[in-house]
């Protein structure tokens, strides 16, 4: 049989940075955001290990076994005791490079499809594990909804969130690695004392009451500097967002994908039309959050 799983992506609506630890990680308090944007994961048995993509981008996605979703299904097998002999399809519609967890959301969608096709019966902490130990961003990606990420990011709690908040995502021409992102930030905080960090209290009563404004007021990126160092031409896709009404224009996670928060569903249309027609982006969608985390869609004989 095959097993088909769909997985979001999402943005950053609070990265809060620390100083570079021993281990060349920063600590982190990263609010995630699951948005309606998604992967797919199709899991096949085969007679040994395959990686296939289709989407837009997909010739940027390697089909080796560096792919997440391929790591993931050798840690899969490797913790039961099995072969990793599957053939993984991803259909991609999440951006590459974007900053919007693409790869970790494929790495979660694998990891959940093989669990389904051979039945492991593995606890949803154990899935966890394995999802914290093949990346950052990959545990949210399981989990979906909203979330606080501690420690690496890896750490989730669970966050209420009272309503839908309208977004639009403009990609960019092209796109950044996120460990360069990373040390940018540490060669920009040279010398600077920089604070531990905290998620804000302000805007986590935002999503919890729903509210667009208030999240407006409280958003925030410490990698954004970075990104805006190595990639300067975001200042003005960020700047068209925001002469477009955007209620807050902001670089998605590591980027280079900006995300600007509409009102509502008529002022995300006009946002991203202006994006659209800026001559300032490759492409523009619209989403909105919080979306669920992988979910199985379908399974057939």
């Not at 009563?205 to 729903?210: N, P, T, V, W």
């Amino acid at each position: 049989m095959s097993v088909t799983v769909r997985v979001p992506a999402k943005v950053n609506v609070q990265l809060a940075v620390g100083a570079a630890r021993a281990d060349g990680f920063h600590d982190l308090a990263n609010v995630f955001l699951a948005v309606g944007l998604y992967d797919e994961v199709t899991v096949t048995p085969a007679d040994g290990l395959r990686v296939t993509c289709e989407g837009p981008d997909a010739g940027q996605v390697p089909l080796d076994r560096t792919n997440l979703a391929a790591r993931a299904a050798i840690a899969l097998a490797e913790r039961y005791g099995r072969t990793p002999d599957v053939h993984l399809h991803i259909a991609k519609d999440i951006p590459v490079a974007g900053g919007m967890a693409g790869g970790s959301a494929d790495g979660a969608g694998a990891l959940l499809a093989c669990d389904a096709l051979w039945g492991t019966g593995a606890t949803r902490d154990e899935l966890l594990e394995i999802c914290a130990e093949l990346g950052s961003d990959v545990p949210f990606s399981l989990v979906g909804g909203a979330a606080l990420g501690t420690g690496r990011g890896e750490k989730l709690t669970a966050l209420e969130v009272g309503g839908t908040f309208h977004w639009v995502f403009a990609m960019a021409e092209r796109g950044l690695s996120t460990p360069s992102v990373f040390r940018e930030f540490d060669r920009l905080a040279q010398g600077l004392d920089i604070p531990e960090p905290v998620a804000s209290r302000h805007l986590l009563d935002a999503l919890a009451e729903g509210d667009p404004d208030a999240l407006a007021a409280t958003v925030s990126n410490d990698l954004q500097p970075a990104a805006l160092s190595l990639f300067p031409e975001l200042a003005d896709t960020l700047a068209a967002g925001h002469a477009a009404g955007a209620l807050a224009t902001l670089v998605s996670g590591s980027g280079p994908t900006t995300a600007f928060l509409a009102r509502d569903t008529a002022a995300a249309a006009k946002i991203a039309e202006a994006l659209r027609t800026s001559g300032t982006c490759r492409s523009v969608r619209v989403a909105t959050g919080p979306a669920p985390g992988a979910t199985v869609v379908g399974d057939r004989p």
